[in-house]
């Protein structure tokens, strides 16, 4: 005897518009659907752990070095794990009114500078931050921010989501946390407790989001970098110049595929050798000591040198050494609120606070309290496909002054330091946000000192081309004598018809110059160049860029009516690489 299936509890018509509407959508489609469904199922659930979410949880990142990139990934493949439902996407291509068709949100954004949004997200934190933002009373949110504690702006970025997203009426799924440049744990941590109160789906097949493609190779990342080869180290300005710039190459053996000009390297610096001994001395520790650093037993004087910030004290680091040395100005200092504390540590490196208040640590103890050494990102100063063996940086050494005395930075200490045949730790960063446009618009590049390093990649790209874009080169350094960067690199470019139009800016050789200057005295041809639909590129120091593009900004707004400079952003023709 055959069983008869159970007829649709459908009508005919019915019937027919389902199975018509099924025979059009695609898995994802099904899946929401199947959601969607269930979580309209008029019987209630009995725990929020259970309930079917219609939208899966959306975990939006924003980054300039990829640390919020690869924790959203990590925190999407756990959610994979617990049975809940992830879209994982960039905040820079993430409007706010897309927000109010959302159930749960998660931000995990970076603080860049001195308080700023990462570049590539200031479009989406100027619309939610302005009045246009829409209410999302239906929206349960989390904030993870990541920043560093040297800085009087403390993770500031995602403080002001957080606080945001809460006035437009969203519900805080769980507190914020604040993350310093050792943020693995505490985001760990943090991403545990929020995984408890994640919506899970009742479907079999959780469906995550795919990963976004990485910016970075795979097998390649400051936690597995290359080690590499220098070829050459040479001084590209005068050798009397207070601080130089230096022109590195280095031998790749092996391929790193996709490394485009624009990108850039991460290099792990090593500490000085003196440094490493000054800790060691203030501490009376021995360095041949045996320390486990992420599981790793090496000899103490191996973590001080390559993975540990020897300069920079942490509010952490704070509070251990207050314990070890039983200082009672530490200890009540310790007591104090955050911004007391950062404003000592911003006036004591770490030998200050070694010297002033002594103690003898045990090893691992003091490898434990320290901040991780972070990598330093470098632009790529050669294409590729031009050189496949090779990888150029352009460096200048970085030299500020603290308290009564100047201190160098030490990632550009090391590379200048370097010699033929010494080795490289480095990972490729991808940098899509500045690589060259795929047509062949305009380009006008606009360069403050090493800025000219990506765009000497720019022009070794340009010229393999059949079909080659008019090009503008705006540069500004010291003295022409002395530090026109790539000089005979951009005069061969013009040359050969790469660059259709060269402008420099020697401060030096006349006082009072400004880089702003060819710009505004062409008005007509800039403006003409944006017309024709031209990309605008900014590489540089920061304060001088900055000040630039506001300036070029009123200039382009009375010129072309007001809105014009935002119109170039939303186009997305105008790309910063500000440092």
């Known amino acids: 005897m055959t069983a008869q299936a159970t007829p649709p509890p459908f009508s005919d018509p019915q019937w027919h518009q389902v199975r018509q509407l099924l025979a059009t959508l695609d898995a994802r489609q099904r899946w929401w659907l199947s959601g969607y469904l269930a979580a309209s199922d008029t019987e209630p659930s009995t725990t929020a752990s259970t309930k079917a979410s219609p939208n899966p949880v959306l975990i939006g990142y924003g980054t300039e070095t990829d640390n919020c990139r690869r924790l959203a990934q990590a925190l999407s493949e756990h959610c994979g794990e617990s049975g809940i439902a992830t879209e994982v996407i960039d905040l820079a291509r993430l409007r706010p009114r897309q927000l109010a068709r959302r159930d749960h949100l998660v931000i995990i954004t970076a603080t860049h500078g001195d308080g700023d949004p990462p570049e590539p997200v200031q479009d989406f ?3 939610l931050m302005g009045d246009g933002a829409p209410e999302l009373a239906n929206l349960k949110f989390a904030v993870l921010a990541l920043g560093d504690s040297s800085y009087e702006q403390f993770c500031v970025t995602g403080q002001e989501f957080d606080q945001r997203l809460e006035a437009l009426g969203g519900e805080r799924l769980i507190t914020r946390q604040d993350c310093d440049v050792d943020f693995e744990q505490p985001a760990k941590a943090w991403m545990t407790r929020l995984l408890e109160v994640l919506p899970r789906t009742e479907t079999q097949n959780v469906r995550t989001a795919a990963p976004e493609p990485a910016t970075r190779a795979p097998g390649y990342d400051k936690h ?11 001084n590209l300005s005068a050798a009397n110049r207070a601080q130089p710039i230096h022109h590195l190459e280095l031998a790749l053996d092996q391929v ?4 485009l000009p624009g990108d850039a390297v991460g290099i792990l610096a090593d500490n000085p050798p003196e440094l490493v001994a ?7 520790l021995s360095g041949e000591q045996p320390v486990t650093l992420d599981g790793d037993a090496q000899p103490l004087v191996q973590a001080l040198r390559q993975s540990r910030d020897l300069t920079i004290v942490g509010t952490g680091f704070l509070t251990f050494w207050a314990e070890h040395s039983n200082a009672p100005a530490l200890k009540a200092l310790c007591e104090a609120e955050s911004r007391e504390q950062r404003a000592f540590l911003r006036q004591h490196q770490l030998l200050d606070l070694l010297s002033q208040y002594p103690a003898h640590p045990p090893a691992q103890a003091l490898v434990n309290a320290l901040r991780p050494l972070q990598p ?8 590729l496909a031009e050189l496949d063996d090779e990888l150029h940086l352009t460096v200048k050494a970085f030299r500020y002054p603290f308290r009564e005395r100047h201190e160098q930075g030490i990632a550009s200490r090391y590379l200048l330091d370097l010699q033929p045949g010494d080795p490289v730790r480095l990972y490729p960063h991808r940098n899509t946000r500045f690589r060259l446009p795929d047509d062949d618009a305009p380009l006008i590049l606009i ?4 800025g000219i390093a990506p765009y000497r990649a720019f022009l070794q790209a340009l010229s393999q081309r059949l079909q080659r874009p008019p090009c503008w080169l705006v540069f500004a350094e010291q003295r022409f004598e002395e530090d026109f960067l790539y000089q005979l690199d951009i005069q061969q470019a013009h040359a050969d018809g790469v660059l259709e139009q060269v402008d420099t800016v020697f401060y030096q050789d006349r006082p009072g110059a400004s880089l702003i200057d060819p710009l505004l005295n062409q008005i007509d041809r800039l403006a003409s160049w944006i017309e024709q639909g031209a990309h605008l590129y900014l590489c540089g120091d920061k304060g001088r860029l900055s000040d630039l593009e506001n300036s070029l900004k009123t200039a382009l707004d009375q010129r072309q009516g007001d809105g014009a400079w935002k119109q170039l952003g939303r186009d997305k023709r105008l790309h910063r690489n500000l440092y």
Do not use: F
């Open 224 to 234: 597995n970098p290359l080690t590499v080869e220098v070829l050459v180290n040479q």
């Open 376 to 383: 330093r990102l470098y632009d790529v100063a050669n294409s």
């Open 278 to 284: 000054a800790v060691l001395d203030a501490c009376d």
């Open 256 to 259: 790193i595929p996709d490394l």
């Open 447 to 450: 360069a403050e000192g090493t």
């Open 125 to 127: 934190y100027q619309s």
